[in-house]
Structure formats: structure tokens, C-alpha cells
């Protein structure tokens, strides 16, 4: 038996040996075993509050309807959708980091993954309240599925808002399955190592039998293999399909064939953002700073790199479409969105999405927690307004300056949007008290003399 000692407390852990199985699963299901710290209870508090908030102003909004929000004419698109495009591009890295990395066999992969299934599902769960808000009668979105009914009524299977429909409830389906699959293996180990009755017979619900069989490990890997195929073509088409919401219109500024690439760029680019936040927070609370290791950290700050660089591309070219388009039209909308009333959104936007994340070019700032997570939140800050720019400065302004508008958000939208944000945290703080942030499998069939055990069945 290994004689491991283990020193949790630094960057990469000092070991007398190799860590053990067990060792491993003590530190990543500590967390679970122990009564949430003061500091869980403050944060779950502010978490709810905001979640409280939403609720409020979903419940005034479905009272009153939704002359309370700040939408008019001809800005009939407001917070709501862009409240729905950014959560659904937060979900995206989770998909990118489980399925795609996980075929390419991408390793540093293994710390992440899970929290970041997690995150893809609570923000398309977050994403999906905007639309049913946006219908003004939400009790009748049972219409959208296409179903015989008493009312004789079919779906128009030609708008992209329906497909909207289809291709977000694939997304959160397969998501879901995807990050289950990947805890059945935990919740045995969690099943084996707790004392507690109720504990163990939860776990042993939810583990499906599980008894770390040859046999068990090799329908898992396969299953995994399969879901995981089936979830990479998601992350392109989900937000591809988003973007054609836009791009099918005829509403300049939003009718370029550059929008599906350019969407699914900025979710990646948006979702890693996300989940880099998160993970810095988690490693430091739950002392994981041997497993969520700052090499991983580093890394994906390089794909931040690239998908701010596409992002800052797409924005050039757009403005080159324009010009290129010798439609007077789709200059004005670019011209308006630099210089227009809504300027301040635009370079907002530039700013945090394609200067700063330029600073990881250098080596000491990805390497720095402090500045990957500022330059993190701005980067989220800069998804956002990019939202609200594609949204807000093309429906501002009509084809006849008679029909022009401006667009402010009332006190409902902005506190939707908080309750929003509310729900996803709080969804994060009972995510990593109930369930391990790591996926135990996976972390131990990289560390050397950690790997799981796999028995013959009887």
C-alpha cells in the first residue's frame, strides 16, 4: 500500500510517492462530507436574494405582461434575447470541453470537465426562461411542440425561432445525459466510502448498480464515446442555429452569412470566460489546486487566445461586409454602431472582447490568477454588450428615420436578468455541495498507480 503524503495545500502537491485512489477521492469529496462553511451560507444568501429578485419581476411581468419591459417600436427585441443568446454561449464551453477535447484525448481536460457539464446545463436551464417570457403566454409554449391538438394549430417550420426550440431542448437532453453517465462511476465511489444511511441509499440509486466491473468500465467507455459523439456536432449547431434567428432577416446588420461562425466563436469564447471564473473561485475554497492545476488554467486562456481573435476578425469583417455590400443601408447600421447613440456599447464591447484579451500573448499574465480572472469578467462583460449591440442598435434605427426609437430597459428587464445570474449560482453552490467538482474516474486513470479498479464480475 502506497504511503503517499500528500500536501493539498500547494500548486502542485509535494508526495512521498504516488497519491492513492482513496487519497483522491477524501479530497475531492471532502466538500460533501462537511457542513458548508460560513462563507457557503453568505454567498448561497446573495445567490438566492438575486434568484428572489427574478422572481418577483417574472411574476409582475406574467400579471401585467410584458408592457412593463422596455421594449417598444420598433425595438421589439430587448433584454430578453439578449439575455438568451449569452446564456446559451456560456453553456458551450462545457460541450467543447467534454466531448471535443475528450476525443482529441486532451488530458487536461480531466479537472474541468465536469464542472463545466455542469455549467452548460444550469445556463441553457437559465437561457430557456427568456423565450417563454417572450412569447407574453408562456402556459401556452406546449404550442410550439408539433402535436395534434384540439385547436387544429401547426408550427411554422420555417422559422428559426422554432428551431430555436428543437435544437436548445437537444442541447440541454444530451447535455444532461452526458454529464450523468460521466457520475455514475462517482456516485459508486461516493456509494462505497459514506457511513451515512440515507447518503448511501441515494447513492446507490443513482449509481445504477455500478460495482466497477470489467464489464461495467466497458459499456461506460462506450456509452461515453457515443454521447460524446453525438454532442460535438451541438456545439456548432446550437449557436448556429441561434444566429439564423438574425441572420435570416432582412434587418441590416443582422443579414450576413457571417453570423453562424461568428456566434458559435463567441460562445466558446464567452463559456470559457465562464467557467475560468468559477473554477478559480472553486480550487482556492476547496483546496484543489493539485487537480484543477494552473497548466489547465493556462490552457485555456490559450483558447481564449484564438476565439477573441476570431471574434475581433468578425468584427472587422463586418464592417468590411458593409462596405463591400454597397448597401447604404448596412453602412449606416455599422457607421450608427460606432459613432450612433449607442457608441458607448460598441466600444465597450471592443474593448473587453479583442484588447484585453490580447494580454495573454504574454506569458506572465496567462499565468497570473489575478489577471486571468479580471480579464475573464471582462471578457464576460464584453459578450454581453456584444449581445445587446447586434440586438438593440439594428432594430433602433428603421428604414424610415420616422419609425426610429431608442431603447432603455426598464426595472423588470434588469432584475430578470439579475434573478438570471441568481439561479445559475445558486445552482453552482448546491452543484458543489451535493456533488463532486471533479470527476473522480477521470482523475485517477491519469495519475499513475491511481487508476481504478476493475473487477471480473462474479
Same mark, same amino acid.
Given at each position: 500500500m502506497s504511503t503517499?503524503?500528500?500536501?493539498? !495545500?500547494?500548486?502542485?502537491?509535494?508526495?512521498?510517492?504516488?497519491?492513492?485512489?482513496?487519497? +483522491?477521492?477524501?479530497?475531492?469529496?471532502?466538500p460533501l462530507d462537511r457542513p458548508p462553511a460560513r462563507t457557503w451560507w453568505i454567498a448561497f444568501g446573495i445567490t438566492s436574494t438575486m434568484l428572489g429578485i427574478g422572481v418577483v419581476c417574472v411574476a409582475v411581468t406574467l400579471w401585467l405582461g410584458l408592457g412593463v419591459w422596455g421594449v417598444n417600436q420598433p425595438v421589439s427585441w430587448g433584454f430578453d434575447i439578449v439575455n438568451f443568446v449569452f446564456w446559451v454561449g456560456i453553456g458551450h464551453a462545457g460541450t467543447l470541453i467534454s466531448a471535443i477535447l475528450f476525443l482529441l484525448r486532451q488530458r487536461w481536460r480531466n479537472g474541468i470537465a465536469r464542472f463545466a457539464e455542469a455549467m452548460t446545463i444550469f445556463a441553457v436551464m437559465c437561457a430557456g426562461i427568456f423565450p417563454l417570457l417572450h412569447t407574453g403566454r408562456p402556459w401556452l409554449s406546449l404550442y410550439l411542440t408539433p402535436y395534434p391538438n384540439q385547436h387544429a394549430l401547426w408550427v411554422n417550420f420555417t422559422s428559426p425561432l422554432l428551431w430555436d426550440v428543437f435544437a436548445v431542448s437537444t442541447y440541454f437532453t444530451v447535455s444532461a445525459v452526458f454529464w450523468y *453517465?460521466?457520475?455514475v462511476p462517482d456516485f459508486a465511489t461516493l456509494r462505497d466510502r459514506t457511513t451515512?444511511?440515507? $447518503? $448511501?441509499?441515494?447513492?446507490? +440509486?443513482?449509481? *445504477?448498480?455500478?460495482r466497477h466491473s470489467s464489464r461495467h468500465w466497458t459499456h461506460f467507455e462506450r456509452a461515453y464515446l457515443i454521447l460524446a459523439g453525438f454532442a460535438t456536432p451541438l456545439v456548432l449547431s446550437v449557436h448556429t442555429i441561434v444566429s439564423f434567428d438574425f441572420a435570416v432577416s432582412v434587418i441590416p446588420g443582422w443579414h450576413t452569412t457571417i453570423f453562424p461562425p461568428y456566434f458559435v466563436a463567441g460562445a466558446v469564447f464567452s463559456g470559457f470566460a465562464m467557467v475560468q471564473n468559477s473554477l478559480i473561485v472553486v480550487r482556492q475554497v476547496f483546496r484543489l489546486k493539485h487537480l484543477i492545476t494552473l497548466s489547465t488554467l493556462e490552457k485555456m486562456n490559450k483558447v481564449m487566445i484564438v476565439t477573441g481573435s476570431m471574434v475581433g476578425y468578425a468584427y472587422a469583417m463586418e464592417f468590411f461586409v458593409a462596405w463591400y455590400s454597397g448597401s447604404q443601408f448596412e453602412t449606416f447600421v455599422f457607421v450608427n454602431r460606432a459613432l450612433g447613440p449607442y457608441a458607448w456599447a460598441y466600444w465597450t464591447m471592443v474593448t473587453c472582447n479583442v484588447v484585453f484579451p490580447q494580454l495573454f500573448w504574454f506569458k506572465k499574465v496567462r499565468t497570473s490568477i489575478p489577471m486571468m480572472f479580471v480579464i475573464a469578467i471582462f471578457v464576460n462583460v464584453g459578450m454581453w454588450f456584444e449581445r445587446f449591440v447586434i440586438v438593440v442598435t439594428s432594430l433602433s434605427r428603421d428604414f424610415l428615420p420616422s419609425s426610429w426609437g431608442h431603447y432603455m430597459p426598464s426595472i423588470y428587464d434588469v432584475g430578470i436578468f439579475v434573478?438570471?445570474?441568481?439561479? /445559475? /449560482? !445558486? *445552482?453552482?453552490? *448546491? /452543484?458543489v455541495r451535493v456533488l463532486p467538482v471533479i470527476s473522480l474516474a477521470e482523475i485517477k486513470a491519469v495519475i499513475p498507480g491511481a487508476q481504478p479498479e476493475r473487477h471480473r464480475p462474479h
Open positions: 503517499a503524503v500528500v500536501d493539498y !495545500t500547494r500548486e502542485e502537491p509535494v508526495v512521498a510517492g504516488r497519491p492513492t485512489a482513496s487519497e +483522491i477521492d477524501a479530497v475531492v469529496s471532502a *453517465l460521466g457520475l451515512h444511511p440515507v $447518503k $448511501k441509499l441515494v447513492y446507490s +440509486i443513482f449509481s *445504477l448498480g455500478w434573478g438570471s445570474l441568481g439561479l /445559475f /449560482f !445558486t *445552482l453552482i453552490l *448546491l /452543484f
